[in-house]
């Protein structure tokens, strides 16, 4: 059985950092997976944040551009966030998916609130 943990959000200030991580379990071969990070705020849809591909090649959406950098770990099956400068419209639950082809897994997320 796969599964997805994120961890690492938190309370942070205006301006603060924080590192998301998303560990992967289970039989899968990672290193073929996509990784995607999606944000959901209260009230509003899923976003998509962040993605990279299983050869590298990354995006982000606009807002978070300059600020905040996906990454991964093959070798020990994970999945990073690096969030930086972050504002108070950051604030939301952020989830991780693995996805290659037509299979997909979730985490369940992580809550990152940014608030003085």
């Known amino acids: 059985q796969v599964q997805l943990v994120e961890s690492g959000g938190g309370l942070v200030q205006p301006g603060g950092s924080l590192r998301l991580s998303c560990a992967a379990s289970g039989r899968m071969s990672f290193s073929i997976y996509a990784i995607k990070w999606y944000r959901q705020a209260p009230g509003k849809q899923r976003e998509l944040v962040a993605g990279?591909?299983?050869?590298?090649?990354?995006n982000y959406t606009d807002s978070v551009k300059g600020r905040f950098t996906i990454s991964r770990d093959n070798a020990k099956r994970m999945g990073y966030l690096e969030m930086n400068s972050l504002k108070p419209e950051d604030t939301a639950v952020y989830y991780c998916?693995?996805?290659?082809?037509?299979?997909?897994?979730w985490g369940r997320g992580t809550q990152v609130t940014v608030s003085s």
């Open positions: 998916k693995a996805i290659f082809n037509t299979l997909e897994y």
């Open positions: 990279m591909t299983s050869a590298g090649i990354t």
